[in-house]
Each structure stands twice: as C-alpha cells, then as structure tokens.
C-alpha cells in the first residue's frame, strides 16, 4: 500500500506545473552558475598568474606579495569571493596588509554570489515547502486523508510515502541541473575539473539533499499541525523568510552589537596620531644631539632605528587589534547563523570548496608561517631587518658640522636573489575538508531527526476527521 501510495504521489507531482517550473528553472540557473563561474575563475586565475609571475621576476627584500590560488571549486560555494582577499603583502617583522583584485566600492550592495549554494539553498529549499505543505492539509481538506488511513497503511508509513515522494519529485530536478553545470564546466574550462574533485562534489550534493529534505519534513509538520492551505503556505513562508534570509542577515547585526568593533574610518584616525608621537619623540632626540647629550654616530643611528620601529610596531598594533575584532565578529556571526539549516550547509559547502571564510583563516597560517621564512633570509642577505615603512620619514641632527641623514626604510638588496623563498599554500586535502566540515554536516543531520521526529509526532496525533 505505501509503495501504491508513493507511485501515486511521484506521478502526480511529475505531472504538475510546479515540477516543470522547477526542472526548467533548475537548467537555466545551473547553465547560468557555470556561465557566470567559469568567467569570474578565468579572471581570478589571470590576475593570480600575473601577480606570481611579476613576485618571482622582481623578488624584494623589503616586501613580498603572497596571493591565494583560486578554488577550482568556486561554482560550487564562492564564499564571497568578491569580499575576500587576493592575497597579502608582506614586509619584515612579521607587518602585512591585504591586497584586493580591485578597488572595492563599500557602498554597492552585496549581491549574492549565483552558485550551487545559493541556488540550493534558494531554490530548492523554497520548492521542498511548496511542494509538502500541502500533502497532508490538502488531503485532510478533501476527506481523503480518512480514506486512505482506513486502508491496511499505517500513518508512519503514510507520512514516509509523502517523503519520499516530494524528495523523488525534487532529486531528478537537482541533478539535471547540477548535470548541466558540470557539462558547461567542461566545455568552457576543459581543465578545470579532476577525478580528485568527485568525491567533493558528492559530498556537496549530500549536503544539499540533506537541506531539501529538512524543508520537506519541516513542510509536513506544519501540513499536519495546520488544516488551512492559505495558513500553511503562509506558515511555511514565514520560516522558509527567516532561515534563508533573516537568520544569516541578523547574524551579523548581532555579532556586530555584541562586539562593537570600531569602524574603518575610527580605526585609520588613530594612525596620524602615532605619527605624529614618532615626530616629537625624534625631535627630542635631535635636540639631545645638538646638546651633546648623544654624540655616538652608531648610537643615534640605533636610536633612532628603534624610533621607527617603535612607530611602526604601534601602527601595526592598531590595524592588527581591528582585524582580530572583525574576524572575531565574523566568526561569531557564524556562530549564531548556524542556527539556521542553510548556513549549516554553506558553511559545509564552502569547507569542501575550499572557499569562504575558514579557506582565508588557513591562508593567513600559510602566510604567517612564510613571514618567519621571509624574515631569516632577508636577515641572512642583509645582516638586518628594517621593515618597510609607508610613510616616508627622515631624521636629520647635525652632529660636530655633518648632517646625519636616517630614513626610516630600506633599499632593495641589489646582490644575488636567485634562491629567493618560494610560497607555496599547504594543500588542502578532502580528510581535512571533511574534519571542518563535520560540525556543520552534523548539525544538517541533527536538524532533519527533530523535523522528521517532530512531523512523525505530529502526524500521530493528527485528527484525520
């Protein structure tokens, strides 16, 4: 009987307007995904073979731009690839400073990045609670719930069937589309795509099966706790409003309340500050010199080095405190996000594509494990490690007739630089991906067990007259 009941349901739904909406909205938004991926990857992949070309043409003692690779994988979860960094320039003692593809203009609005996450999450999960709200509610409505449940079928058996159904009617759709992505893939970046990759495109195709099916369950609680159509579908819009898009926005407006970061803007006002205590601290020094306080040329020289540094340290301690507090934010924005079952599974997804925030987090280590690299060879090559300063400043002090001249940065080492230290990013294997993405993998499997058992509960005590 449940299987009679199943085919009934599988066919029904294939047949209906809303199947082939969501097959032909499927393709279109899948070939576009591809489109729209393979020309940002083109991109990314030029600007980073010319950054890493002109780094190992003209190798600098003072500096050194580290770029990260982009994820082959970034149609699947771009992470907000626009957002994210390209890379990092790096001077001695450990001073970096992010390097974007392009200028970035903070007062366009954030668009939605068109990949598998997005559509998934948008998409489907919308389609999973159109097409279960009404299974038990219509029936119920119609009399034919009784009906049925008169016949040898236990209601477990029933609710199962109309699981099962909604989640064969929506699977096909996905599939065909996620068929058409990969074969555009292919055709427009033959080389994009390896054997190596399979297995966490399956991965990401779990997960996002797991996410439909927690809307079909959550679908079918609400059809069985509510007899009104125009309550459930009103019920279902409601939370389907606030897991994809309230949850994932108040996030960030709650960590941001929580940590009170300063602002940009507060944060670059401090810098002039401390320039300006470099000023009056070298002028004391100077006035010390000309009194002859201080007449050893090597120790003016120490001195004022260590004023620099100093300076520097104190300007890096500002920028180094405000970008701890944002990542600290973020990383408690997605924290509460995960309260909702579609920023489980980007989270999971990007961990997989090796995107995202936690791909930025392990580039950083990367970049911090070379900058002690860095910093032995220029050491090694120079006899010292004077970083690099921005901003330009000199201190001059007569000292008996001669002007003593002490800019605060360096010159290229001009000797051999052929055994310049090459970057190299750890590789990122699939066990590796999979341990990040455990946590938010569990929490997806958590949310269909109370969704499944919570409709099951439901539907038992159902009043089916």
């Known amino acids: 009987m449940m299987i009679a009941i199943l085919k009934r349901d599988v066919q029904a739904h294939w047949r209906s307007q809303q199947f082939a909406v969501l097959l032909v909205l499927s393709i279109v938004l899948f070939a576009m995904s591809a489109w729209v991926a393979c020309e940002a990857y083109r991109e990314q992949m030029a600007f980073y073979t010319r950054s890493v070309a002109e780094g190992a043409r003209e190798p600098d003692t003072r500096f050194a731009y580290l770029y990260a690779r982009p994820s082959p994988l970034a149609f699947v979860a771009a992470g907000s690839a626009s957002c994210q960094h390209a890379g990092y320039g790096l001077t001695t003692k450990g001073g970096w400073t992010p390097k974007y593809r392009q200028a970035r203009n903070f007062k366009m609005p954030s668009v939605p990045d068109l990949d598998w996450v997005f559509i998934i999450s948008v998409i489907f999960s919308l389609y999973a609670l159109l097409l279960s709200f009404r299974s038990i509610s219509a029936e119920k409505a119609a009399g034919t719930l009784r009906l049925t449940l008169a016949n040898p079928v236990g209601r477990s058996h029933l609710l199962l069937a109309k699981y099962l159904a909604v989640l064969l009617t929506i699977a096909p759709a996905l599939l065909?589309?996620?068929?058409?992505?990969?074969?555009?893939?292919?055709?427009?970046?033959?080389?994009?795509?390896?054997?190596?990759?399979?297995p966490r495109l399956l991965l990401v195709v779990i997960l996002g099966l797991l996410l439909i099916s927690a809307f079909v369950f959550l679908g079918l609680l609400v059809s069985c706790l509510l007899t009104p159509s125009a309550v459930v579908l009103l019920v279902v819009l409601s939370v389907w409003i606030v897991s994809v898009i309230i949850i994932p926005n108040a996030s960030g407006i709650v960590a941001d309340t929580v940590a009170q970061v300063p602002t940009e803007f507060q944060t670059a006002r401090q810098e002039p500050l401390h320039r300006v205590e470099v000023r009056d601290e070298m002028a004391d020094l100077r006035r010390r010199?000309?009194?002859?306080?201080?007449?050893?040329?090597?120790?003016?020289?120490?001195?004022?080095?260590?004023?620099?540094?100093?300076?520097?340290?104190?300007?890096?301690?500002?920028?180094?405190?405000?970008?701890?507090?944002?990542?600290?934010?973020?990383?408690?924005?997605?924290?509460?996000?995960?309260?909702?079952?579609?920023?489980?599974?980007?989270?999971?997804?990007?961990?997989?594509a090796h995107t995202g925030f936690t791909r930025d987090q392990r580039f950083r280590r990367d970049v911090k494990a070379y900058s002690e690299i860095f910093d032995r060879y220029v050491l090694d090559k120079t006899g010292q490690l004077v970083p690099f300063v921005g901003w330009g400043i000199v201190f001059t002090a007569e000292l008996e007739g001669q002007t003593i001249e002490i800019p605060?940065?360096?010159?290229?080492?001009?000797?051999?630089?052929?055994?310049?230290?090459?970057?190299?990013?750890?590789?990122?294997?699939?066990?590796?991906?999979?341990?990040?993405?455990?946590?938010?993998?569990?929490?997806?499997?958590?949310?269909?067990?109370?969704?499944?058992?919570?409709a099951f509960t439901a539907f038992a005590r159902c009043d089916v007259r």
Do not use: H
């Not at 004023?307 to 934010?329: E, M, P, W």
């Not at 310049?420 to 993405?437: C, G, H, I, K």
């Open 176 to 198: 065909i589309g996620l068929l058409v992505n990969l074969i555009v893939i292919s055709v427009l970046l033959p080389d994009g795509l390896t054997l190596a990759l399979v």
């Open 289 to 352: 010199v000309e009194k002859g306080e201080v007449t050893d040329e090597k120790a003016i020289r120490r001195m004022a080095r260590d004023l620099f540094d100093q300076g520097l340290d104190s300007i890096r301690n500002i920028y180094t405190a405000y970008d701890d507090a944002t990542r600290r934010r973020m990383a408690l924005a997605r924290q509460i996000a995960r309260v909702s079952p579609n920023a489980l599974f980007q989270y999971a997804s990007e961990s997989l």
């Open 408 to 454: 605060s940065w360096t010159e290229n080492y001009d000797g051999d630089l052929s055994d310049f230290p090459v970057f190299a990013e750890t590789p990122f294997s699939l066990r590796r991906a999979l341990r990040e993405a455990i946590l938010d993998l569990g929490g997806l499997a958590c949310w269909n067990l109370i969704l499944a058992a919570l």
